[in-house]
């Protein structure tokens, strides 16, 4: 993520803020520029403190609810900002409670959705529920009698709406074994079921895709329920990045997906607050960038960057005494994964704004 500063007193403003903790100024995301904003208020509107006088509105989220800080453009004819629209089932706002977990739900929604601009692929809007081109979110909480399963399905992500709260997550993590759990993961993974079905299925890539996930037409149903009963297939450390990525080339392809956003989101925080790592030894890696790593196409060095900086990171997290930042090994068959979705998300970033199947006008 890049760093923002305020231009009236040039603090930093992070990606979160509301104001300004300099001048105090109200602030807010303009997706159109890709960057935080400052705004003067009056009756008159919103004005950006850019120089450029321009008006904006805030997110009615922003306004009524105070769960949403991105900025919706003066002529636009909705009243929610381009990241709200996406949501189109929201928990019930008469329990104090849904509003803590809408809030923060909608938090992780908006880094992942940042890093979907940056990518130029940030999802249209479903028009239709048989749109197979748009995204909505669906925020539910779950009953005695309706759970609620978090997951994909024809263009919807449905989240548990507990996933926000840190204990019930914190749970279900040990309970499933799993090494890492959060709510941008889970965003970051069920967004690439509805990637495959955008980038990857019916295009010239499906073939690739197939040589190296396998064939994803095999039963999905009948594949999850054999991972359920017998657990993954031997030695899945060689060729997957987690267990679950082995039940299913859908959930490989998932998994690694949300990987490979892992690690571009992280370089690119790490390249534009200008953290660098100096080797130590002739065996270490070094981080060393030679450009933004979002559109780089040096797979190769991006890969390098990352093991450095996951080393950092697990490094300077165990001397805080928490647990590994990045607590996974990449093996050679999971780094020729990551290098095809890197290969198919490089194509769409040459094409630009011609691509129609993305919103790119915000």
Known sequence: M?????????????????????????????PRLQSMMTFHVDEQGWMALDGSEKFYRPCRNYSKYNVCNWMVEQDSPSDLCCSCQLTTVIPDLHEAKN??????????????????????????A???????????????????DQPVLTGHAHGVITLNAYEADTVYRETTRISMGENYRTLLGHFRHESGHFYFD??????????????????????YGEALQYYYDHGPVARWQESYISAYASSHPWEDWA??????????????????????????????HELKFDGCP???????????????LAYGLNSLNRSMGLEDAYPFTLSDKVLEKLHFIHQVLMDIIDQKNLDQRFNTTF
């Not at 908006?110 to 249209?124: D, E, S």
């Not at 955008?198 to 039963?219: A, H, K, M, Y």
């Not at 979002?294 to 450095?308: C, E, P, Q, R």
Request: aromatic share 18%.
């Open 2 to 30: 890049k760093v923002f500063y305020c231009p009236q007193c040039h603090s930093q403003i992070f990606f979160t803020n509301y104001f300004c903790g300099g001048c105090q100024h109200p602030v807010g995301y303009v």
């Open 99 to 124: 509003i803590e977990y809408w809030a923060k739900l909608e938090t992780a929604k908006r880094r992942f959705l940042y890093m979907t601009q940056r990518l130029n692929i940030f999802p249209c």
């Open 126 to 144: 479903k028009k239709t529920p048989d749109d197979p081109r748009g995204l909505s979110f669906h925020f539910l909480v779950p009953t005695d």
């Open 198 to 219: 955008v980038l990857v299925q019916n295009t010239p890539w499906i073939e690739s895709f197939r040589q190296l996930f396998g064939d994803e037409r095999q039963n």
């Open 255 to 284: 998994e690694t997906w949300a990987h490979y956003l892992h690690m571009i989101s992280t370089l690119d925080t790490a390249f534009y607050t200008g953290i660098s790592i100096q080797k130590q030894s002739p065996l270490d």
């Open 294 to 308: 979002v559109d780089s196409a040096n797979f190769h060095l991006t890969v390098k960057n990352w093991f450095a």
